[in-house]
Nanobody, 122 residues
Framework: VQLVESGGGLVQPGGSLRLSCAASGSIFSLNDMGWYRQAPGKQRELVATINSVGKTDYLGSVKGRFTISGDNAKMTVYLQMNSLKPEDTAVYYC?????????????????WGRGTLVTVSS
């Protein structure tokens, strides 16, 4: 399974960005998709998740500013980030888990994208 993120970049405080993550491969089903971030010198933290029926969960500090959504047909998850703050600066990673088909067998997987850098600075 491959996860490819896009949409990162440099934005001023108060600005917006939209991240995308597309999953591909021999995916039989997707359970959860989510976004994590890791700032320099800090541990990776969960930002937002969405499950197969659309239930969402958010890190407290991003509630009301970030919105996660998914397109099941495209196996893509999005993260709309508004009112960005300098403390949102980090590498954002996409994560997905589900079931993949491998030579006729169905196996659980958890995979990560390579990350996309978001920098919030004036």
């Amino acid at each position: 399974v491959q996860l490819v993120e896009s949409g990162g970049g440099l934005v001023q405080p108060g600005g917006s960005l939209r991240l995308s993550c597309a999953a591909s491969g021999s995916i039989f089903s997707l359970n959860d998709m989510g976004w994590y971030r890791q700032a320099p010198g800090k541990q990776r933290e969960l930002v937002a998740t969405i499950n197969s029926v659309g239930k969402t969960d958010y890190l407290g500090s991003v509630k009301g500013r970030f919105t996660i959504s998914g397109d099941n047909a495209k196996m893509t998850v999005y993260l709309q980030m508004n009112s960005l703050k300098p403390e949102d600066t980090a590498v954002y990673y996409c994560n997905a888990d589900g079931v993949e088909e491998v030579r006729g067998a169905y196996l659980a997987f958890t995979d990560w994208g390579r990350g996309t850098l978001v920098t919030v600075s004036s």
